[in-house]
């Protein structure tokens, strides 16, 4: 194993395959390559399904009244818009990075269990068609928002819960083998030299995203089936009526939801991880910080889940404990952001399109943050809960936050996925409608919100009418430089200029030492890690 | 072509596969098929199993090519050391998410037993709920009058053990069964080591005795059922006693029996001496998933039945 070989693997006489052709190649892959596009392409269709389940929301939402669905249909849209763009388009996206970027960062072959990672990836169209077809169902889909809380999803849901109920198992199933496989391939094929301490920040997130996973969706498939017992079988997990509790199915639902939410914004700290010191021309600040923070972020997420549920009741000593662990997440966090700034600090910046939306995602992102200790103080949250408030924050993680970072990914690494540039100037447009979309949508939302606006409601009060026409009117505007990001990326594909294989002069990791676009096949021999190609 | 083929430094990495696909459509239509049964039984159908069936054939039959396909493919010296660390990379931490399956599940009993019913019984901040609406209801673990008695009739006689002193003459089944569980996972581990020292009866033999334990588990199980239903009055719909009761030991069931197929596939490797010192992940696989529902029996013999 300790044989050292040229890093362009890709041209050893060992018998490489290339993509089979047709529909074959797509069906039948065991290409981590192959595999990563299938997950970026399908999340990008989930983005754009769960984006017209938004628009449909903001266009009702755009005047007082109701003017163009019926509330129970508004209720199926923001429960689907959630599910979807959760479970359908940011965690296959940062799936399909990982699947890309994690073999090359670590110099493996592929993923450790290649056949397990086209099963991970083929269940999910599966799951994803069950799940839309219930909106045809009679009684239509699911409308009890994206949390389920039972009794609204067991004793007053529609019959097509059920199917969402197999949807959710085999997503579940999905991101379990998914994780396993990531597992796998960070702990035991990384290259002679990639020591745990000198791999990518991205490959460290994913690590710890992984046993996050792990850890949370069985508990996830856990509370789906004792709801499934209880609409089919008879069971009171959820009914007090038979001495069950539908707070406890709050309790368990958000033991997973928590770190579920991590799972959605580890990897995006991975990424701008990564694109940050590239554009600054400076080493990571802080890297064995940048780790333990991760690390600390991670465990805290599995002790914070009820400060979603102050206002259910609970006693005064669990309030407190989750208020005060909650806040405690902002000691990692904060360091995180303080590493990301020190690195810019007196850096050779340069502001090309991956870089503006890593700087857009470490402010915005940083806003959300704020806006959720302000959540996490137990009184105020009294007024906060179920307003649009707490919309505008988790929109504020997720959209400029887990969103941003993606298509910063995508910028930074297209190049060497099929080795041609995008455009900078529509890059940089797609980047300013972007960013001016996202902040007159979600901005607005924090004070309708503090003036009492609850969420999930077709109609609302007088007052809250200019924030929520602004709102309407930022989310088209995100909604279509979205269409325009996809117009991008098929320009770059099909037209952009050829790429080096360095891509950007102040890049460093072994993905950037292959030639772009990526050989199908790339370190089939494990390649030399050279000092100026691990972070530090 | 060929030799390059077996060089133990290149991590095998197949070309291509049709069973991934299938097992997810397979998988699909199983529980689709399952969900339609349910609705239409709910909506008071007779319901069709016929999809689930097809669903389950599928996806049994490609994971049998699959599984012979990967045992091929070890045979052919394909598979060298680091593949091998990555199966039980695999293994092991699917056997964690399991655990963490049946968490959620022990997680319900705790929250049912230590808040939820004291609360609903008079006790601590929640205590108006139950006095308002259930006044009458008195707390107690098992619960065998539920809040609502007319909607979820309570059982007439619980689990609970009823004190090491009566476990045996009557046998008390839940003990019964701890004895042939933990024994089998002694014997499971003899199997490996005949293994070890290349004794192929022993091997058999052990195993074989293994299967026996594992399957007498779960005659007693369904006898347990059977007697649950039938005697005791306690069903799925007794109420959260008989929901945690019948969510915690039925999953329990479900893996055993997936793990006795599991090592009885185990069984047929064996006969047909597939097994190296050296070269043995399947039965190892097997023997560590015994072993994890072995454990997840003894926590829920402490707190199901004896607790
Ligand atoms: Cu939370």
């Known amino acids: ?536 | 072509m060929a030799n390059a083929k077996a060089d133990p430094s290149i991590y095998f990495v197949p070309h291509n596969g049709w069973y991934p696909v299938v097992v997810a459509l397979g998988a699909m239509l199983m529980v689709t098929g399952f969900g339609s049964y349910l609705n239409d039984v709910k909506g008071g159908g007779d319901g069709s199993w016929v999809q689930f069936y097809t669903g389950l054939t599928i996806l049994a039959v490609t994971l049998f090519f699959w599984f012979a396909k990967v045992i091929e493919e070890n045979s052919q010296g394909l598979a060298n050391a680091q593949l091998k660390r990555s199966y039980v990379w695999g293994m092991g931490w699917f056997i964690f998410s399991e655990v963490m399956f049946f968490a959620a599940f022990f997680g319900a009993l705790f929250y049912a037993r230590v808040f939820a019913v004291s609360w609903l019984g008079g006790e601590g901040g929640k205590a108006m709920t139950g006095d308002y609406l259930w006044p009458d209801f008195s707390a107690e673990w098992p619960v065998m009058q539920n809040p609502d008695n007319a909607l979820f009739q309570g059982p007439d006689q619980s689990m609970a053990s009823p004190g090491i002193a009566n476990w045996f003459a009557p046998v008390y089944l839940p003990f019964l069964n701890t004895v042939l569980l933990l024994a089998s996972s002694v014997t499971v581990h003899f199997a490996h080591t005949a293994i070890k020292n290349q004794d192929r009866t022993k091997l058999i033999t052990w195993l074989g005795i293994t299967l026996v334990l594992g399957f007498a588990f779960l005659f007693f199980q369904v006898e347990e059922y059977i007697h649950a239903y039938q005697e005791l009055g306690l069903t799925l719909s007794s109420g959260i006693y008989g929901s945690t009761f019948y969510i915690l030991t039925g999953f329990h069931g479900f893996h055993v029996t997936m793990g006795a197929f599991i090592l009885t596939i185990q069984f047929f490797r064996a006969l047909k001496g597939h097994f190296k010192p050296d070269d043995c992940f399947g039965f190892e696989a097997a023997s560590w998933y015994w072993h994890f529902v072995d454990v997840v029996w003894v926590c829920l013999f402490i707190f199901v039945y004896i607790l």
Not at chain 1, 288 to 303: K, N, R
Not at chain 1, 366 to 394: E, K, N, R, W
């Open chain 1, 1 to 536: 194993m300790s044989e050292v070989v040229e890093t362009h693997a890709g041209h050893d006489d060992h018998d490489h395959h290339g993509p089979d052709k047709g529909l074959a190649r797509w069906l039948f892959t065991t290409n981590h390559k192959d595999i990563g596009t299938l997950y970026l392409w399908f999340s990008f269709a989930m983005f754009l399904i769960g984006g017209m389940m938004a628009l449909v929301i903001r266009a009702e939402l755009f005047e007082p009244g109701l003017q163009f669905v019926a509330p129970e249909f508004f209720n199926q849209m923001t429960t689907n818009h959630g599910l979807i763009m959760v479970f359908g388009a940011v965690m296959p996206a940062f799936v399909g990075l990982a699947n890309w970027l994690i073999p090359m960062m670590v110099g493996a072959p592929d993923m450790a269990l290649p056949r397990m990672n086209n099963l991970s990836f083929w269940i999910l169209p599966f799951a994803f068609g069950i799940m839309i077809s219930t909106l045809f169902m009679e009684g239509g889909g699911p409308n009890f928002g994206w949390t389920f809380y039972a009794p609204l999803s067991t004793t007053y849901a529609p019959d097509s819960v059920t199917y969402f109920i197999f949807a959710v198992h085999l997503m579940g199933a999905s991101s379990i083998m998914g994780s396993i496989n990531v597992i796998a391939t960070i702990l035991n094929m990384r290259a002679p030299g990639m020591t745990l301490m000198k791999m990518p920040l991205f490959v460290w997130t994913w690590l710890i995203t992984a046993y996050l996973l792990l850890a949370v969706m069985p508990v996830l498939a856990g509370v789906v089936t004792m709801m499934l017992f209880d609409i089919h079988f008879g069971t009171s997990f959820f009914n007090a009526a038979g001495g069950g509790d539908p707070v406890m199915f709050q309790h368990i639902f958000w033991f997973f939801g928590h770190p579920e939410v991590y799972i959605m914004i580890l990897p995006a700290f991975g990424v701008v991880s990564q694109i940050i010191p590239t554009f600054a021309r400076k080493p990571l600040f802080g890297y064995d910080s940048m780790v333990y923070a991760v690390a600390s972020i991670a465990f805290l997420s599995f002790i914070v889940w009820a400060h979603h549920m102050f206002t259910v009741g609970m006693p005064l000593a669990g309030q407190l404990f989750f208020m005060y662990a909650t806040m405690l997440i902002a000691v990692p966090t904060g360091v995180k952001v303080f590493n990301w700034i020190s690195t810019m600090w007196r850096g050779s910046m340069t502001f090309e399109t991956p870089m503006l939306f890593a700087i857009a995602f470490v402010i915005l992102f940083t806003i959300g943050g704020f806006s959720g200790l302000m959540l996490a103080i137990t009184p105020a949250d009294y007024q906060y809960h179920d307003t649009y408030f707490v919309v505008a924050h988790f929109h504020y993680v997720l959209v400029p936050g887990a969103i941003f970072s993606i298509i910063a990914a995508v910028y930074y690494w297209l190049p060497k996925w099929c080795g041609r540039m995008y455009d900078e100037t529509l890059g940089k447009i797609h980047f300013w409608l972007s960013f001016i979309g996202v902040n007159v949508t979600f901005f607005p939302q924090h004070f309708s919100g503090l003036a009492g606006m609850p969420r999930r409601i077709p109609d609302y009060a007088l007052q809250f009418a200019d924030f929520n026409m602004l709102s309407s009117i930022g989310a088209f505007i995100f909604g279509f430089s979205q269409v325009f990001f996809m117009f991008v990326v098929i320009h770059a594909i099909t037209r952009g200029k050829k790429a080096t294989d360095r891509v950007w002069d102040g890049a460093h990791g072994l993905e950037w030492t292959l030639p772009s676009p990526a050989p199908y096949h790339s370190f089939t021999h494990p390649p030399k890690v050279s000092d100026a190609e691990a972070h530090s």
